[in-house]
């Protein structure tokens, strides 16, 4: 399985940007997706996933109601919506393949892209 992010950059304040993460594999459909990011210095914080049929699970509360995690399963793709970005949102994303339906925590996933930087400028 190979998960390739992009959509990342440099952003100002305010503004908004949307990740992609594109799978290799015939059995996208079949697993979770989710969204992580990693600040310099901090832990990796899972911040968004959506099951295998496309309904989102989780949002992360740092995130909630600027975020949404969406997928579409014929384009073996999955997204994240950013708006209303802020500085604190600076960090690499990346993207992750769970090992079934549903991923609601972080050890479930086990399948990770490079990551896509996403800088937020104040």
């Known amino acids: 399985v190979q998960l390739q992010a992009s959509g990342g950059g440099l952003v100002q304040a305010g503004g908004s940007l949307r990740l992609s993460c594109a799978a290799s594999g015939r059995t996208f459909s079949s697993y979770a997706m989710g969204w992580f990011r990693q600040a310099p210095g901090e832990e990796r914080e899972f911040i968004a996933d959506?099951?295998?049929?496309?309904?989102?699970?989780y949002h992360a509360d740092s995130v909630k109601g600027r975020f949404t995690i969406s997928r579409d399963n014929a384009k073996n793709t999955v997204y994240l919506q950013m708006n209303n970005l802020k500085p604190e949102d600076t960090a690499l994303y990346y993207c992750a393949r769970a090992r079934g339906a549903y991923g609601f925590s972080a050890g479930e996933y086990e399948y990770w892209g490079q990551g896509t930087q996403v800088t937020v400028s104040s």
């Open positions: 959506i099951s295998w049929i496309g309904v989102p699970t």
